[in-house]
């Protein structure tokens, strides 16, 4: 699924129309081997449970539950997965949009819209350039993986 790209905000939100959807296609890039690996510190096990929802997982072995956005820069935020995936579209499609402007798009706060803008132009490592030439490709360079390898004051938490 790594080369699924999204050429219209339409695309994306009939692609994912619940957190379910979204959390699937997290894992599916994030974990792209299709083995789930447990993201706690010191365990990477490769066997958990999958909860009902779809969304949560319980290591085996450590116990502990997350979920595709575990230890990724979207973790600890209430916002909705479809949301984020919004907010990278548009950081990625209109290129220098403002908070003001996301706050409106995504139906957030300002204040909400900010942080997700840094949150989301972190994540792409890259705020002056155009990467990603109109179409949207969520990969690990979003979505988790990458985190632990970052310069600890640059992790997200
Ligand atoms: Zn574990």
Same mark, same amino acid.
């Given at each position: 699924?790594?080369?699924? $790209?999204?050429?219209?905000i339409?695309?994306?939100?009939?692609?994912?129309?619940?957190?379910? $959807?979204?959390?699937?296609?997290?894992?599916?890039?994030? &974990?792209?081997?299709?083995?789930?690996?447990?993201?706690?510190?010191?365990?990477?096990? %490769?066997q958990?449970y999958?909860?009902?929802?779809?969304?949560?997982?319980k290591?085996?072995k450590?116990?502990t539950?997350f979920?595709? @956005?575990t230890?990724?820069f979207m973790?600890?935020?209430k916002?909705?997965?479809i949301? &984020?995936?919004?907010?990278m579209?548009?950081?990625?499609?209109k290129?220098?949009?403002? $908070?003001?402007?996301?706050?409106?798009?995504?139906?957030?706060?300002?204040?909400?819209? &900010?942080?997700?803008?840094?949150?989301?132009? &972190?994540?792409?490592?890259?705020?002056?350039e155009?990467p990603?030439?109109? %179409?949207?490709?969520?990969?690990?360079?979003?979505?988790?993986? +990458?985190?632990?390898?970052?310069?600890?004051?640059? +992790?997200? @938490?």
């Amino acid at each position: 699924m790594s080369d699924t $790209s999204y050429k219209t905000i339409l695309d994306l939100v009939k692609e994912f129309p619940d957190e379910r $959807s979204c959390h699937q296609y997290l894992a599916s890039q994030r &974990w792209d081997t299709g083995e789930i690996i447990c993201p706690h510190d010191n365990c990477g096990h %490769n066997q958990s449970y999958v909860f009902a929802d779809g969304i949560r997982y319980k290591c085996k072995k450590c116990k502990t539950l997350f979920t595709a @956005k575990t230890d990724t820069f979207m973790e600890g935020s209430k916002l909705s997965t479809i949301k &984020w995936l919004l907010a990278m579209y548009l950081v990625m499609h209109k290129k220098g949009i403002s $908070s003001v402007q996301l706050a409106k798009d995504i139906g957030v706060t300002q204040k909400t819209a &900010w942080f997700v803008l840094q949150r989301v132009r &972190w994540a792409l490592g890259n705020e002056d350039e155009e990467p990603f030439e109109g %179409n949207i490709q969520l990969d690990e360079t979003f979505v988790g993986g +990458k985190n632990k390898n970052r310069h600890a004051n640059k +992790k997200v @938490k």
